[in-house]
Each structure stands twice: as structure tokens, then as C-alpha cells.
């Protein structure tokens, strides 16, 4: 196998490989490096956008944690090659797209931290990832904000299109005994479809002018407790 092919397997994008070595440590821990360099210069300066740029050196490689590879933890060498603009004189950092600026983890192992989190804890996801909880738990917030918006919109959409949509309507505390929201649930699909600030009848109907998507549902059965300010919300939008 080229080591191109080994690149794309492993979702590093716009990089040549220089080599693959691999170095165990005490407990038989094997760590892979990947040394790899970038297959097309910047286009352009940051600054100026300017296309007169020229290479400048370089400062090293940096350390960048990636997907382990089978058991083995894999680490990313990438060449900090330095440029410098002919028009402003402004010199930069070659940026890769498989990294976010300066992190020292690709966004192919964020996005997993957060896969091994659903159904489990950070604690647990940190572990298993040899990742300070610290760390773990702030790729877990980034990525869910990211993916929140398509997610809502997903669920939201197979409870448009269900044709016997079973709603579910219930409030869990944010903090108990003094904040509450209230959950819209899509029983049969098994998905969250909404969350409303607050339970109260008015704090309900507020939530319900600002997302038509949920109001122009027509379930079929709708199932909650036997709070009576729920019952009087329900009676009005989903009579």
C-alpha cells in the first residue's frame, strides 16, 4: 500500500507522508508517528490575500494526536513550513485541514471523543482515550453545538413526517426545586424534538410562537403528566 493510500485511509487531507515509524515505551505502549508535510503551498496571505507569497523556512514539527490506529496511539509530526508575503511582509503558518489552528488534536479524534461519550460519560471517554477529562469534555460541548442545528432539524423532520406520532410533553429540572424546561419528544421515532425555557402555561405559548416547526405538528395521541397548566397547553395546540 502507497503511503497516499495510507493517508486518505486515515483522513489526512492535503498532506504528503515523509514516514510511518513506530516506538514502544515501558508497559509495552506502542505510539505510531506519522510524519507528513503539506502537498500544495498556501494560495494566498491571511492578511492581504494577496497571492505573492514565498516559503520562509520552517520551525520544527509539532505533535498533533490522531485516531489511534488499531490498539496503537497515533501521533501526527506536521512540518510547521513558514511563509512570507511579498506584498505586505507579513509572515504566517501553514495551516492543515485535518487540525483547527494550533490544537494538538485533529478533528477526526474531537468528533470521535464525542461518539464515545453518547451513552457513556466524558469520564469514561477520557479514559478510554488516554485524554485529560478537561479536554474531553470540551470536545464533547464543541462538537454537539456544531451538530445541534442538523440533529433538531433531522428529528424534527421525521416527527413532521410520522404518521402516527405519539408526542411526548414532561419537564426535568436544571436545577431542582427552583429551574425546570420542558422536553417535546417524539415517542415512537425515540428522538428529543425541542426544549422550552420554563413549564409555565405563558413560558409554553412564548416557545411555541418562536418555533412554528413544533406547533404545526398534528400527533396523534400526546402523552404527559397530570400537571394542569400541560393539559391547558396541550388542549390549545394539539386539540
Given at each position: 500500500m502507497q503511503l497516499q493510500d495510507i493517508g486518505k485511509?486515515?483522513?489526512?487531507?492535503?498532506?504528503?507522508?515523509?514516514?510511518?515509524s513506530v516506538t514502544e515505551k515501558a508497559r509495552?505502549?506502542?505510539?505510531?508517528?506519522?510524519?507528513?508535510?503539506?502537498m500544495r503551498n498556501a494560495k494566498e496571505c491571511p492578511c492581504c490575500k494577496s497571492g505573492r507569497i514565498i516559503l520562509n523556512g520552517n520551525s520544527g514539527y509539532r505533535q498533533i494526536?490522531?485516531?489511534?490506529?488499531?490498539?496503537?496511539?497515533?501521533?501526527?509530526?506536521?512540518?510547521?513550513?513558514?511563509?512570507?508575503?511579498?506584498?505586505?511582509?507579513?509572515?504566517?503558518?501553514?495551516?492543515y485541514e485535518f487540525v483547527t489552528g494550533k490544537e494538538r488534536y485533529t478533528e477526526a479524534f474531537k468528533i470521535q471523543n464525542y461518539k464515545l461519550s453518547i451513552g457513556a460519560t466524558v469520564q469514561h471517554c477520557a479514559?478510554?482515550?488516554?485524554?485529560?477529562?478537561?479536554?474531553?469534555?470540551?470536545?464533547?460541548?464543541?462538537?454537539?453545538?456544531?451538530?445541534?442545528?442538523?440533529?433538531?432539524?433531522?428529528?424534527?423532520?421525521?416527527?413532521?413526517?410520522?404518521?402516527?406520532?405519539?408526542?411526548?410533553?414532561d419537564d426535568f429540572a436544571i436545577r431542582k426545586g427552583h429551574n425546570y424546561n420542558t422536553g417535546f419528544h417524539d415517542l415512537?421515532?425515540?428522538?428529543?424534538?425541542?426544549?422550552?425555557?420554563?413549564?409555565t402555561l405563558d413560558e409554553l405559548r412564548a416557545y411555541m410562537r418562536e418555533n412554528p416547526q413544533i406547533a404545526a405538528l398534528n400527533p396523534h395521541a400526546v402523552i404527559m403528566d397530570l400537571a394542569r397548566g400541560y393539559h391547558s397547553f396541550a388542549a390549545e395546540f394539539f386539540p
Open positions: 485511509m486515515l483522513e489526512l487531507q492535503g498532506v504528503r507522508i515523509i514516514s510511518i509495552k505502549e506502542m505510539t505510531t508517528t506519522i510524519k507528513v508535510e503539506p494526536r490522531h485516531l489511534n490506529i488499531a490498539t496503537t496511539k497515533c501521533m501526527i509530526s506536521a512540518l510547521r513550513q513558514r511563509y512570507r508575503c511579498k506584498k505586505c511582509d507579513a509572515t504566517f503558518t501553514h495551516e479514559k478510554n482515550t488516554e485524554t485529560p477529562y478537561s479536554t474531553a469534555e470540551r470536545f464533547f460541548k464543541e462538537t454537539a453545538l456544531k451538530i445541534a442545528p442538523y440533529t433538531k432539524e433531522a428529528a424534527q423532520e421525521i416527527a413532521r413526517q410520522s404518521a402516527k406520532l405519539i408526542l411526548g410533553i415512537r421515532g425515540e428522538n428529543m424534538i425541542g426544549i422550552a425555557e420554563g413549564r
